[in-house]
């Protein structure tokens, strides 16, 4: 039996009357690397600061190492490492100031890592959090989350806006983490590529639900793309039984099936369709399936 | 170890890992007892995840190409070639299909792609003599 690091059970939470997150339940296990996708205000943020014990849940439960959160912030929080989206760091403080001033609440703040990634990451600590780049910005952000060798690596959004050999440090980051014994990663993204790449598993949030969550290699398999020829054009996507999306115009047309395809061929054949090609869709193609509706 | 990862298709990167390997060794690039890259180093150069690579070299492994050593590592097998003549016949069994599909979309029979085959077959000799 795999141990669970983070079992969240029927979480919901409210912000006035905004449903932000309604009945989501899913387990994070020991040493996966957890991919969380949805579209902007999905709830991936919401969820995370659940995580943190940053928020209470209104209902539902949560529990990260076992414990409470937000009944036990000091030994949960001492064994997560967190990158926040918008990496609120204080600008007025120097590199090194605020490594110095972020070891003293992580007692296993390891300072030879911390100095290795300093120069791995080009950094000059002498320089003021308000004059980096966004990219620096990122690689501290990210050097703050991991010198403690968290157990837990929590990303926001870790990569976005970023150039590519910024980014390249970040998803090494991820592997890193996982690849030392048992560490686990749950982080949250819109560049799906990147998420197909290093995930072990994914959950697709829509509109504060959860959409989907399971084995990456499960979701991509049972999903499959079909490139369609009808006989009659027809100006709307055609409502077929078993897809769950239908795209293109005119004869030809691109259809996506989560598992049910034998609904869909036969159809297909009532129709006098003919199938062109089938293949095997990426995540991000899953994604613009399940959530573009 | 130069492997390539492309997310174009939805080929599963732990196969294109294993298929990439396997061309690598059939074509001498990697040689029998040759140490392949520690999981965690492979995974950290090619960006995935390193259950994917562990597996990757877990069917390697079963299908005789790499032999593992406990503690010392991952090292191409030297039972001769480890290419069999059935995988080497999926290989190119796989581009003849994709070949064989753009051909009845363009309206191709069969001899003729025989012919253009011949064709191209003889300049591309032609072109190794130069």
Redesign the interface.
């Known amino acids: 039996m795999t141990e669970n690091v983070i079992d969240i059970h029927s979480l919901g939470r409210t912000f006035g009357k905004k449903q932000a997150l309604q009945d989501v339940t899913f387990s994070v296990p020991k040493g996966s ?1 957890f991919g969380l996708v949805g579209e902007n205000g999905a709830g991936k943020t919401t969820l995370l600061k659940h995580v943190l014990g940053l928020l209470k849940a209104s209902s539902g439960s949560i529990s990260v190492f076992g414990q409470d959160p937000v009944q036990e912030p000091a030994t949960v929080l001492g064994k997560i490492g967190y990158l926040s989206e918008d990496r609120d760091l204080p600008t007025w403080m120097r590199i090194d100031q605020l490594m110095h001033y972020r070891s003293a609440f992580y007692p296993n703040w390891d300072h030879e890592y911390a100095n290795e990634l300093v120069a791995m990451f080009d950094l000059d600590v002498k320089q003021r959090i308000r004059s980096l780049s966004r990219g620096q910005l990122a690689r501290v952000g990210l050097l703050l989350a991991i010198a403690h060798r968290p157990e837990l690596l929590l990303l926001d959004e870790p990569s976005s806006g970023l150039d590519p050999v910024v980014r ?1 440090d970040i ?2 980051a991820i ?2 983490t ?2 030392d014994e048992g560490r686990t990663v749950l982080f949250s993204s819109h560049l799906l ?1 990147e998420v ?5 598993r994914v959950a697709m949030l829509h509109g504060g639900r959860l959409l989907l969550c399971d084995r990456l ?1 499960a979701v ?1 398999s049972q999903h499959s793309r079909w490139t369609i020829r009808l006989p009659e054009k027809a100006q709307t996507a055609p409502d077929i039984p078993g897809s769950v999306s239908c795209r293109g115009e005119g004869n030809e047309w691109s259809v996506v099936c989560n598992g049910q395809h034998e609904q869909f061929q036969r159809w297909l054949s009532e129709h006098n369709g003919e199938v ?2 089938q ?4 995540l991000d193609e899953i994604f613009v399936a399940r959530v573009g509706g | 170890m130069q492997i390539r ?1 492309s ?1 174009d ?5 732990y196969q294109q890992v294993v298929s990439q390997v396997k061309l690598l060794v059939s074509s001498g690039r990697l040689d029998q007892g040759e140490q392949l890259p520690a ?2 180093k492979l ?2 150069q090619l ?5 994917t690579v562990a597996r990757a070299y877990r069917e390697l492994e079963s299908a005789g190409v790499v032999v593992s050593r406990r503690g010392s590592g991952v090292f191409v097998s030297d039972a001769g070639s480890p290419l069999s003549r059935r995988e080497k016949n999926r290989i190119l069994n796989d581009r003849i299909d994709a070949l064989l ?1 753009e051909s009845v ?1 363009l309206d191709f029979d069969l001899e003729n792609v025989v012919t253009l085959v011949r064709q191209r077959g003889s300049r591309f000799r032609k072109g190794e003599k130069k």
């Open positions: 690397v390249r998803l090494a592997i890193r996982v690849a590529d197909q790449r290093v995930s072990d290699e991509l062109i090609e293949a095997t869709p990426s | 990862i997310q298709d939805g080929t599963p990167i999981v965690r995974a950290e960006l995935i995840n390193p259950n599909a979309q």
